[in-house]
Nanobody
Framework: QVQLVESGGGLVQPGGSLRLSCAAS????????MGWYRQAPGKQRELVAS???????NYAASMKGRFTISRDHARNTVYLQMNTLKVEDTAVYYC????????????????WGQGTQVTVSS
């Protein structure tokens, strides 16, 4: 099994910054892509940013230039640095990891964290 634990969410004023972390633990062979998604009340979950095991990144258009995704592959951890936060960034942010959990039979699954609340408000 794989567990993803997010941290770093909280309340911040518009224009402020926040850094999210997500650490994966458990029994697995390899983590491939990792990413951050968010979901606001009444809206669909959407991609924020993702990063491959070799460091290739992609961002949603509204986050590009403000958010930066990075990872420490050896520590199975992904980060999201969020700058110039806006009220519309308020959402629950979820960490996702694509994980090979069984190498001998090639079992690959997506795992999700429980989410961390980010609230941008004056």
């Amino acid at each position: 099994q794989v567990q993803l634990v997010e941290s770093g969410g909280g309340l911040v004023q518009p224009g402020g910054s926040l850094r999210l972390s997500c650490a994966a633990s458990g029994n697995f062979f390899e983590i491939y892509d990792m990413g951050w998604y968010r979901q606001a009340p009444g809206k669909q979950r959407e991609l924020v940013a993702s990063i491959t095991s070799d460091g290739r990144t992609n961002y949603a258009a509204s986050m590009k230039g403000r958010f930066t995704i990075s990872r420490d592959h050896a520590r199975n951890t992904v980060y999201l640095q969020m700058n110039t936060l806006k009220v519309e960034d308020t959402a629950v942010y979820y960490c996702k990891a694509n994980v090979e959990v069984r190498g001998w039979a090639k079992l690959i699954n997506d795992f999700w964290g429980q989410g961390t609340q980010v609230t941008v408000s004056s």
